[in-house]
C-alpha cells in the first residue's frame, strides 16, 4: 500500500487564486512528520513547510500553508495568490519514527502546478 | 553557502560501464541519503547512512553500493550499468530528528544506453 498519495497528476490554477494540493498519507506511528518540497523546471528540490504530527495548528510559511487533518491522515498543501513562479512538481513526504530506514523520507508521486497569466 | 554538493550532473554510460556519484555536504550532518526519481515514481531511497560508519539499504538498493567515506561524504558507485538505472540520481542530508528537513543536491542526471 502507498504510503503517501498524491490523487492529482496535474492542476491549473490562475495567477492571484489560492490552489490546494492533495495528499493523504498512511501511518500506525504516533509521531511522524509531514513535509512539502517543490521542484521547478531546473530540477532542484527545495523544502517548503513542515507539519509535525503532535502540532495542534497547521503550519504555515509565507504564501504557504499545510492543512493538517489528523483523523482524516490528509495534509494538503495551500497556495496563496499563486504567481506564475510556483509553477512546477510538487511533493508530498512523510518521515516516520518506525522507518526502518532511519529518518529518510518516503515521497508521493507528486502533483504538477501550472500557473497561467 | 555550498549546502549539498553532487558530482557529475550530467552522464552518458554505455551498459556494464561503472561509475561513481559523488555527494559532500558541509552542514555537519550525520544523516545522508540517496534517491533515484523516475517519472510518475516520485523518489526513491537506494540508500542511505544514518551516521558516519553505517549504511543501509532502502527501498531500490539492487545494482549500486555506496561508501560513507567520513561525516561529509557519501558516495554511490554504479558497478555495472544498465538501462532500468537511467534515472536522475539525488543526494539528501539531514539532521536526525523528526522535524528536521533534508537538503538535497541539485541531482545528476544518468543515461545509460
Known amino acids: 500500500a502507498q504510503k503517501i498519495t498524491q490523487t492529482q497528476p496535474g492542476m491549473f490554477v490562475q495567477e492571484k487564486e489560492a490552489v490546494t494540493l492533495d495528499c493523504t498519507y498512511d501511518t500506525s506511528d504516533q509521531s511522524y512528520g509531514l513535509f512539502w518540497y517543490k521542484q521547478p523546471s531546473s530540477g532542484e528540490m527545495i523544502f517548503l513547510i513542515y507539519q509535525g504530527s503532535y502540532d495542534e495548528q497547521n503550519a504555515t510559511e509565507g504564501r504557504y500553508s499545510l492543512n493538517f487533518q489528523k483523523a482524516r491522515k490528509s495534509a494538503n498543501l495551500v497556495i496563496s495568490a499563486s504567481q506564475l513562479g510556483d509553477s512546477a512538481m510538487y511533493f508530498c513526504a512523510m518521515r516516520e519514527r518506525s522507518n526502518q530506514a532511519g529518518t529518510a523520507l518516503i515521497f508521493g508521486k507528486g502533483t504538477t502546478l501550472s500557473v497561467s497569466s | 553557502n555550498a549546502g549539498v554538493t553532487q558530482t557529475p550532473k550530467f552522464q552518458v554510460l554505455k551498459t556494464g560501464q561503472s561509475m561513481t556519484l559523488q555527494c559532500a555536504q558541509d552542514m555537519n550532518h550525520n544523516s545522508m541519503y540517496w534517491y533515484r526519481q523516475d517519472p510518475g515514481m516520485g523518489l526513491r531511497l537506494i540508500y542511505y547512512?544514518?551516521?558516519?560508519?553505517?549504511?543501509d539499504k532502502g527501498e531500490v538498493p539492487n545494482g549500486y553500493n555506496v561508501s560513507r567515506l567520513n561525516k561529509r561524504e557519501f558516495s554511490l558507485r554504479l558497478e555495472s550499468a544498465a538501462p532500468s538505472q537511467t534515472s536522475v540520481y539525488f543526494c539528501a542530508s539531514s539532521d536526525g530528528g523528526l522535524d528536521q528537513p533534508q537538503h538535497f543536491g541539485d541531482g545528476t542526471r544518468l543515461s545509460i544506453l
Open positions: 547512512s544514518a551516521s558516519e560508519g553505517t549504511t
